[in-house]
């Protein structure tokens, strides 16, 4: 089975702290992605990687930055956080590039950050 | 923007019984894929069903299946002989270029002894 593993479900910060989110996969998937989760809005893509070192600004960037040095590892940086981070968010991983495969994208079980 | 707009914000059932829950979604695409995840309280996102758009066939999986109108750009999900398990928020989702997912705002089924 495809395991994504996000390094903390529950993290409490103050504001302006610098936050890291960890995701690892262990299938070998090209492609990561890091998702938002608010009530009424669904899931927003924050930033994607296709490819070690390789990033792309999803829909909301703003206030959030990524890093993939290794292929199974992709963090989320929060630089200096603000109180509507405060948010659910869901790391997810699918194999191949940019056509081809399922589709189908793989989630951790999330980690549920607030921002006091 | 292209989007997905889920209608129903909640919706009720009672075990045993049908529930459709509605999807529309907008694309320049001719090619791609839509999905129904679930996620349980337990908040692990699982996938419940998947349709290519290229394929006519509606998509089934078990007691869970789709109605896609390609022109419409509708894909709808029907829970047939609902259980207490089927309880959670369900996603309708858009694939896009590099595996990318646009996701709707979500409807929660609550089932009903």
């Known amino acids: 089975d495809v395991k994504v593993t996000q390094s903390s479900r529950y993290l409490v910060k103050r504001t302006g702290e610098k936050v890291f989110l960890e995701c690892v996969q262990d299938m070998d998937h090209e492609n990561m992605f890091w998702y938002r989760q608010d009530p009424g809005l669904g899931l927003r893509l924050i930033y994607f990687?296709?490819?070690?070192?390789?990033?792309e600004k999803g829909d909301i960037p703003e206030g959030y930055s990524v890093s993939r040095e290794k292929k199974e590892r992709f963090s989320l940086i929060l630089e200096s956080a603000s109180t509507n981070q405060t948010s659910m968010y869901l790391c997810a991983s699918r194999p191949h590039g940019r056509v081809g495969g399922t589709g189908e994208l793989f989630f951790g079980e999330g980690s549920r950050l607030t921002v006091l | 923007a292209q989007t997905v707009t889920q209608s129903q914000p909640e919706m009720s059932v009672q075990e045993a019984e049908t529930v459709t829950l509605s999807c529309t979604y907008d694309?320049?695409?001719?090619?791609?894929?839509l999905f129904w995840y679930k996620q349980p309280p337990s908040r692990q996102m699982i996938l419940v069903i998947r349709?290519?758009?290229?394929?006519?066939q509606n998509a089934t999986e078990n007691r869970f299946s789709v109605n896609f109108q390609k022109a419409a750009k509708s894909f709808s999900l029907k829970i047939s002989d609902s259980q207490l398990g089927d309880a959670a928020m369900y996603f309708c989702a858009r694939g896009g270029s590099w595996g990318k997912l646009q996701f709707g705002a979500g409807t929660q089924v609550v089932v009903t002894p």
């Open positions: 694309t320049s695409e001719s090619d791609y894929y």
């Open positions: 990687s296709y490819d070690v070192k390789m990033k």
């Open positions: 349709q290519e758009a290229y394929k006519q």
